[in-house]
Antibody, heavy 125, light 109 residues
């Protein structure tokens, strides 16, 4: 059974960089049929897609966050990471990592079918 | 950027049918996925590619997508269906990005 687990600090100071890692177990990050993504949810609010990465390092980012976000992958450790720079109180949220299905032949992006449990990040000095 | 619009809340009596809509410009041309999120939990996939159900999802839960509206239908609603529901698409028309609707809180009366 595939499992995703987020890890990282629960508290980040304003203007600093938020760093989270998602470790994948029970499956390989290098499968050609999947992208790997980050989604966040501010307290009491809805879901916001942050970005996706493919095992070869190809990335897609939410335009509203693109200038501050970097997603990277480490296939040797079967994990991928999120860095969000210059955080403010608006970045406080539960951060989820998830697997997204992909149909390589058609290029169709599918659903996020497996999710981590989420990592709550608070922004405060 | 592409926008998905959901009603903030839907209320339904047990045993009745709940319909949660997801509006978007020509959404019928996109693949829509639906998620259920219970308090304190991660979202869980409910419907994918408009109408498909993952294993373990009962047949009383279904989806449709046509024109400018996608709909999640929950028949014979149970107390356990009370949760937040989100629609999601992938928008290839602009920056190739994921888009979620604002979410709908389903209340079972």
């Amino acid at each position: 059974q595939l499992q995703l687990q987020e890890s990282g600090p629960g508290l980040v100071k304003p203007s600093e960089t938020l760093s989270l890692t998602c470790t994948v177990s029970g499956g390989s990050l290098t499968s050609s049929n999947f992208f790997w993504g980050w989604i966040r949810q501010p307290p009491g609010k809805g879901l916001e897609w942050i970005g996706n990465i493919y095992y070869n390092g190809g990335t897609y980012y939410n335009p509203s966050l693109k200038s501050r976000v970097t997603i990277s992958v480490d296939t040797s450790k079967n994990r991928f990471s999120l860095r969000l720079r210059s955080v403010t109180a608006a970045d406080a949220a539960v951060y989820f990592c998830a697997r997204q299905r992909w149909r390589p032949v058609t290029g169709t992006r599918g659903p996020f079918d497996y999710w981590g449990q989420g990592n709550l990040v608070t922004v405060s000095s | 950027s592409y926008v998905l619009t959901q009603p903030p809340s839907v209320s339904v009596a047990p045993g009745k049918t709940a319909r949660i809509t997801c509006g978007g410009n020509n959404i019928g041309s996109k693949s829509v996925h639906w998620y259920q999120q219970r308090p304190g939990q991660a979202p869980a996939l409910l419907i994918y590619y408009d109408t498909d159900r993952p294993s373990g999802i009962p047949e009383r839960i279904s989806g449709s997508n046509y024109g400018n509206t996608a709909t999640l239908t929950i028949s014979r609603v149970e107390a356990g269906d009370e949760a937040d529901y989100y629609c999601q698409v992938w928008d290839r028309s602009s920056d190739n990005q994921g888009v979620f609707g604002g979410g709908t809180k389903l209340t079972v009366l």
